[in-house]
């Protein structure tokens, strides 16, 4: 396993720029998530570290190998990089064993093929054929497959995207904890926050071509680099406010700031789960216009007395609770918030 | 022969034409390993034109063009034309009613009435001029030729329309009822139009099998462009004169499929997704009409079908009291088996990488090269012969009259047909298979051999056995380009025939009927199982 760097890289299709200058590192043995919207780029990326598609400039190393700088281009097939696609792609006229052992020399199969299948939790199922697998099932032997040959890398390119959402979470569970075993360095490719968060070491959100953030999930959903993502990893709750040092004045009252910042204008975010309901008087006088009930919690949705325009919401464990549409509430901050000054 | 023409040749450019919607055809140059053989391939499909145009223009375009402006020549394109005008309008009636009465109506017996509607592909057509000619050796040239060419090709109306008919969504009628349309005119003027495509193309098939049958019109003396070619071929010293006329038969057909593929553009354009899970309500015929349905079906069936076996099964009885020539049967089927294999393994091999560079790549060359490997499907067989003989005569004399100038020509011929069925089996292999492989250790040939072409295998080979029986059909090259000394089923066939030796002739025919039968039954199976009505 090795660790993965990218600096500077640049892909254009005619005057279409799909990449302008992505950096990312990636150390050894930890799971990268790259979020971001549906056409930012980050399949272009994933194949270009592949070997796919070449870059127009910048470079991608691998370990202590450049495989990838302009007039350099180390093909797919030396660069140590396995790839478990959208959907599995397994190969339909091969038995699960014999997609597993693939990438491995004769003499490997074997045991090599009994050790991997064991790891991602499908012992026993080498003779079987990939149509006789479930959806999470080939996506496992897919992982099996690009694990076997002890890659450099796995590239993960939204593997969960075709489960249903019941299956989708063991599937992802099994899928980190394997990775984990085999102390597989990956890049996991997504436009799904929770995916992102719950199962990497580190998420780059990339927004039209860049790395807007790379950072722990935790920092990146506590501690935003810009409003763009702040709003993109979650819910959030945005304000206008003045700020003075680490305090700012705000529709929601006063409001702690995560850094002192210069005084002056700009907008703060605040997570629903930061916003408590209460009786009248306890707090900013506010009315309810709606609930939505997730299972786990839901969504109170709120109108500030005197501020209409602005949406507010607030989440709560469980069903709601307390909370009538048309009721008058009180709603309180708990916690720091983070703070963008006005450009 | 137009070939095995039901698989039709998707034109480059028209939004149906990308094979199975595959989005990602790269734009990046292919690789030689694919490139040089697919180029090589196209300069095979090629050749016979070019050097038919060179022979032709040999003697200087005045000799030529003093052939083409005689009244003569006028005279016999006019007739090639009208003959292939009436088959396809009589193809186009008979082909659309029976696929209307067996995919629309609640006509007893549907089922039974689609296989045999289906049923006279299996008679290829200069066997069943053999049996009209037998019994009726009096039959006026054009009628007789219009009769036998009907009955033999209007199945290449019959199935796709019949197909279109179960395609289309019962909802556009439907809608067109509750806007106040009567049954008849939403007949006429909704349904017909969503098939007319199919119709097109049906009728395309027809124009171009007419235009380049030569079995059927000679044995029948009818004097189109093809016997014409043949025969001043034969008799002539100075050959330009044909390969002038093969010239002209290749541009009136060239012309033909160019038309064609023109509206097929406009027209897949205008077509729906398509989406009919649902079924078509069935007509309700009155009893009237359904004994008119009945009769009018039981008449093709019976000219088509029944009159060819039956005359067929007398001669072979005939025949017999009289004692066959075992060995020269087994021999002839030995030697067609041999040149047919050969035929069908050179015609897959060069199949192969036009039909994967089809499928992964785009750009100019690309699409030049496989439009050069579909220059068969506008090659009349006696033109390719023809252009092969002149060129092996000039410049590679020790094959001329040897097997693989025969193979050779087969390769030409059928190559549309075998490329179809390799686009269209590796279109289903996703390009991510191979960027896996890739990704896994291979190299991009090894991709290829090991992922791609594994998995399409079973089409290509099913493709292989497709062209392999129609090897073993095929008359006028085989007849102009066999080595000499041999003989096949249909030259067997064809000199029995031509001598009026009807009942020995007859073993022949019978193997090549029961030879047609097999892609026949499974284009049928095929359509009434896949195309689901019929049963309810």
Redesign the interface.
Known sequence: MSELVVRGLEKSYGDVWVLRGVDLAVPEGSLAAVLGASGCGKTTLLRIV???DTADRGMVRLGGTVVSLPGTHV?????R???V??EG?L???LTVAGNVG??LPRRRRGARVDEVLELVGLAGYGPRMPYELSGGQQQRVALA??LA?EPALVLLDEPFSALDTGLRAAVREDVRAALRTAGATAVLVTHDQEEALSMADLVAVMDEGRIAQAAPPGDLYSAPADLGVATFVGEAVVLDVVASGDAAQSALGPLVLRQPSVPGPGRVVVRPEQITVGRPGDGVPARVTGTVFYGHDALVRLELEGHAGIPVAARQQGAPHGVAVGDAVAVQVVGPVSFFPAP | MAGPALTHPPVPGTPGARGGGVASRRRTRPPAVLLVPALVAAGVALLPLVYLAVRAFERGPEVAFEIVWQERTLRLVLRSLLLAAVVTGLCLVVGVSLAWLTSRTRVPFRRLLTVLGALPLAVPSYVAAYIWVSFFPRIPPFAGSVLVLTLCTYPYVFLPVRAALQGTDPALEEVARSLGRGRWRTVLTVTLRQVRPAMAAGGLLVGLYVLSDFGAVSLLRFDSLTRVIYTSYRSSFDRTPAAVLGLVLVLVTITIVWAESRSRGRAAQARLGTGAARRHGLVRLGRGGTALALLWAAVVAGLGVAFPLVGLARWLVVGSSAGFDATRVVEAAGSTVAVSALGAALTVVLAIPVGVLAVRYRGRLVSAVEQAAYAGHALPGIVVALALVFFAVRYAFPVYQRTPLLVLAYAVLFLPAAVGAVRASVALS?P??E?????????PFQALR??TL??A?PGVAAGAVLVFLTCMKELPATLLLRPTGMQTLATELWSRTTVGAYAAAAPYAALLVVLAAVPTFLLTTRSTTLGGGGER
Do not use: I, Y
Request: proline fraction near 15%; charge should be positive.
């Open positions: 592949a070997g796919f093909p797919p097939e030396r660069r990089v396995g790839v696609p959208q792609a190969f339909p006229h693939f990438g497959r690009a040959p | 996703p991510v298979l960027e896996v492989a890739r990704s896994l250790g291979r190299s090991d992922v594994r998995v295998g």
